[in-house]
Every structure is written in structure tokens, then in C-alpha cells.
């Protein structure tokens, strides 16, 4: 007899996050990669035209592709209400939250549902995120605390942090993210900065999550402790009124432009201090880019010993950032932590985790 875990996959389907659609598709054929024998893998998704299932037909070795009749708008109240949905049923899993999280039978009927949350600014942040977003993270929440078998977070600290907030105790499980598959600086990067404005040897900066106040208050800071340094502004919230006009600023890359952006920084700055997995972050610590990382529970568990990790707000991360870039005998060291540290994130590690977890529930 055959075991399928069905993994929801509407992230391929309608994205509403880059990020969330990257790791829903390598988690995908990482699962199908590891899967134990006479186990398979299939795909549930929220009702599309053909033209928006293509990338989830294009995933190898999944073995069949199940459609809820309510497209992905209609179906995500849905499931914050409990209504029916189509996707429930058997083995789930979601790399997100975005699933039927209703009353199963898991001794009787081998049903499991588990989903995975990110990021936690929605409840320890909410003033940082759409009032719909947060009302609709809430009630999925409540509903997970419910009726799922189990929660995935990322890092032990968010596992703390969710274990605080809730009742899921002991459902709560840590299996880390990774880069994509074969991530890495392409063959035509220097034509890409090029394309992009890009200059080589920028200070990068990870927006992502930072508010405006604060991303205004790290560029000041850049413009006094490095004047001369060329500055790049990933995924920032806005770039209206921010900054001199020699900061580039850059949002929603694919993995090769962000690939080309990220190796040939001289250094990485991530001032985010809120509860959310630092993909960008991980991405230079994947291709071996010095890292300076604001001092927060999740960049201090998350970046470790691959990169700085600094009290101090905006000056002293630009002060630490100056550090690197006075010293090449620092620089070099730094980018050899960040790419040991980058080594220890992997999708196929995390596919055999998921496994051994359903096989546990």
C-alpha cells in the first residue's frame, strides 16, 4: 500500500510571497527526493487556469495534483472561517499556514494536518503588517492550536516565542529553511549588477521587515561611518524620501539577480529585529558575504558564529560594518565564517525531517 503525503502547494499556484513560493516548491522536491518507500508525494491547490498550475506540473516525480473548487482569494477565508474547503483528507502538509485545519481523526483514519509558520511579526509586530494580514495569521493560528497535529517553525527561539503565546506545547517542531537548490553567483553576473545598478563592492542592506524609520536611521549612519561605500537596498518597504540618490534600491529579484547582487558585496547588513527567517540573510551566508546582523534572539540563534551580531542600533552597525571594510584580514575571515555557516542549511535535510515527523505523528 501506498502512503501519499499531499503538501500544499498554493504558493505555485497564486503567490503572495516570493520567499514562501521558493520554499514551498524546494521543500516539494526535497520530500520527493527523500521520500521512504512506498511513500509518494502529491500536490493540493487552490482552483486555477492551467497557465497558473504549469510550475506545479513542472515538479518532478510528483505523483498527482488534487484542485479545491474555490480559487485562492475565496478559499484563504475559507479556511480562516473552518468552512469546507476541498484540500482536506489524508496526510497534509503545508509550508505555511494555509491549510484545512479542521477536526481529523489521526488515530482512526490516519489523517495529519501540519503547517508551518516563518515569521511571527503578525503577533509580536502587528503595527509592522496589513490589519487583514494580522486578522487572518490570528484566526489561523487559534484554528492550528486547534486542530493541527503539529506546528513548524524555523528556529528554537520562534519555537519559544510560539510556545509562550499558545497552547501547542509540544506539537511545536523546528525543521530551518534553506537557500534554493543550486544557489549560487551565475556565470552572467557581471552583466546582471550591470542590468541591476549594482556597483561591485556595495554595502548591502536586507530591508526586509525593518521599518522605514529604521532603514532611514542605518543609512544615516552608513553615509557617516562609510561615505565612500556604494549602498544597495534589498526589499525595502519603500524608497520615497530615504535616502541620497546613490542608494540603489532593489525589490523583488529572482534567485540568479539576487545571487549576482549578493556575492560580489563587500558586506551584508541585516538590521531586522523581528521574528521572521532572514531568507536574504541566509542567501549571503550561502554564497560566503560578511554578515552584520542587528542583535535580536533570532539573528543571534540564526546567523551564530557566521557573521557579527551587534547591540548598539544604527550607528553601531554601521561602525561594525567600517570595522570589516578597514581590514582585509577581517573581511576574509568573516566571509569564511558566513560560508561554514551557510553550509548548514539544507532542503534535503529538512525533507527527511518532515518525513520523520509525519512518520512520529
Not at 237 to 245: E, K, V, W, Y
Not at 247 to 265: E, H, P, T
Request: proline fraction near 6%; charge should be negative.
Amino acid at each position: 500500500m501506498t502512503t501519499t503525503l499531499r503538501v500544499v502547494l498554493d504558493q505555485l499556484v497564486a503567490p503572495t510571497d516570493p520567499d514562501l513560493a521558493v520554499a514551498s516548491r524546494e521543500l516539494t522536491c526535497a520530500l520527493i527526493a527523500a521520500a521512504p518507500r512506498g511513500c509518494e508525494v502529491a500536490g493540493v491547490v487552490p482552483a486555477a487556469g492551467e497557465d497558473a498550475l504549469a510550475e506545479v506540473r513542472a515538479l518532478e516525480g510528483l505523483a498527482g495534483l488534487e484542485s479545491s473548487p474555490i480559487p485562492r482569494r475565496e478559499l484563504s477565508t475559507a479556511l480562516s472561517l473552518g468552512l469546507p474547503s476541498g484540500l482536506g483528507g489524508g496526510m497534509l502538509h503545508s509550508p505555511t499556514l494555509f491549510a484545512p485545519l479542521v477536526r481529523h481523526d489521526r488515530v482512526h483514519n490516519h489523517e495529519q494536518t501540519v503547517v508551518t509558520i516563518w515569521d511571527l511579526t503578525p503577533w509580536t509586530h502587528p503595527e509592522r503588517v496589513s490589519k487583514a494580514s494580522v486578522a487572518w495569521h490570528r484566526a489561523m493560528l487559534k484554528r492550528a492550536e486547534r486542530h493541527a497535529d503539529a506546528v513548524i517553525v524555523p528556529l528554537h527561539v520562534m519555537a519559544d516565542e510560539l510556545a509562550e503565546r499558545t497552547k501547542l506545547r509540544g506539537r511545536i517542531r523546528v525543521i530551518a529553511g534553506a537557500a534554493p537548490e543550486g544557489f549560487a553567483e551565475p556565470r552572467d553576473a557581471v552583466g546582471r549588477r550591470r542590468t541591476l545598478g549594482v556597483p561591485e563592492g556595495a554595502v548591502v542592506v536586507d530591508a526586509a521587515g525593518a521599518s522605514v524609520g529604521e532603514l532611514r536611521e542605518v543609512l544615516a549612519a552608513l553615509g557617516r561611518e562609510v561615505p565612500e561605500a556604494p549602498v544597495v537596498v534589498l526589499d525595502a518597504a519603500s524608497d520615497a524620501d530615504m535616502s541620497p540618490g546613490s542608494v540603489v534600491f532593489l525589490s523583488a529579484l529572482d534567485a540568479a539577480d539576487r545571487a549576482a547582487a549578493l556575492a560580489s558585496a563587500s558586506v551584508v547588513l541585516a538590521p531586522r529585529i523581528t521574528p521572521a527567517y532572514g531568507w536574504r540573510t541566509l542567501d549571503a551566508l550561502v554564497l560566503g558575504t560578511p554578515i552584520v546582523a542587528a542583535a535580536s534572539a533570532v539573528n543571534r540563534e540564526f546567523v551564530s558564529d557566521g557573521g557579527a551580531v551587534v547591540d548598539g542600533g544604527a550607528d553601531a552597525l554601521a561602525a561594525s560594518v567600517a570595522g570589516l571594510l578597514s581590514s582585509d584580514a577581517n573581511h576574509t575571515r568573516a566571509a569564511t565564517l558566513a560560508a561554514d555557516r551557510g553550509r548548514g542549511f539544507s532542503w534535503r535535510e529538512s525533507g527527511d525531517r518532515v518525513w520523520q515527523l509525519h512518520a512520529e505523528l
